[in-house]
């Protein structure tokens, strides 16, 4: 089955540690994304890759990394900086012009 | 920028009521423009389309129209039931991304 793979569902982070979330698709799409989902707040645009090898910065990409190495992967750091990291991450991908689609996304809580 | 803009919620309903979400965006040029739903815990799955003006996206009784005059995607359902109570994204194409409204929440009782 085609599709988009995040990994893993729960995390949790202690104060001071980088965690790394994973994404992973074989829908042969171009562009992968990172959005946070925060209650009330809708899905905000942290960082996204049109190509392999390049990736752009989105509204909140402070306090977060991202590599595209390989097309079907398109993992994220949420590093130390990030000082309010708790959140729902939602990993998607797409061809250029067309609509999203969506992992089941991973609920990150620092403990 | 680009923009969505959509009805805060929650919108409470009856089964078998009608149902409107108003959905309005800001965009430069001609964006294609979506519905997504979301159930609890879960990502997002996309519900229905439209990538021209006047064009209509249907799917599982849900309709939105492509409304360039007004920059409006609202979406409509005759009658609603209770596997429908979800969060509810209107979304637009942008040059690059695609950028989506705040989410409304619809909950449906029997």
């Known amino acids: 089955d085609g599709g988009i793979t995040q990994s893993p569902k729960y995390l949790f982070r202690k104060e001071g540690q980088n965690v790394t979330l994973s994404c992973e698709q074989n829908?042969?799409?171009?562009?992968m994304y990172w959005y946070r989902q925060d209650p009330g707040q809708g899905l905000r645009l942290i960082y996204y890759?049109?190509?392999?090898?390049?990736?752009q910065k989105g509204d909140i990409a402070e306090g977060y990394s991202v590599s595209r190495e390989k097309k079907e992967s398109f993992p994220l750091t949420v590093t130390s900086a990030q000082k309010n990291p708790t959140a729902f991450y939602l990993c998607?991908?797409?061809?250029?012009?067309?609509?999203?689609?969506f992992g089941q996304g991973t609920r990150l809580t620092v403990v | 920028g680009d923009s969505v803009t959509q009805m805060e919620g929650p919108v409470t309903l009856s089964e078998e009521a009608f149902l409107t979400i108003n959905c309005t965006y800001t965009?430069?040029?001609?964006?294609?423009l979506f519905w997504y739903v979301q159930y609890p815990g879960e990502g997002l799955q996309l519900l229905l389309k439209?990538?021209?003006?006047?064009d209509k996206g249907s799917n599982k009784g849900f309709e939105a129209t492509y409304r360039k005059e007004t920059t409006s995607f609202h979406l409509e359902k005759g009658s609603v039931q209770v596997s429908d109570s979800a969060v509810y994204f209107c979304?637009?194409?942008?040059?690059?991304?695609?950028?989506f409204g705040k989410g409304t929440m619809l909950l449906v009782s029997p």
């Open positions: 890759s049109q190509i392999v090898n390049d990736f």
């Open positions: 998607a991908s797409s061809t250029q012009d067309s609509e999203a689609f």
């Open positions: 829908l042969n799409h171009d562009a």
């Open positions: 965009a430069t040029g001609y964006p294609s």
């Open positions: 979304a637009l194409r942008g040059y690059s991304t695609l950028t």
């Open positions: 439209a990538t021209k003006a006047d």
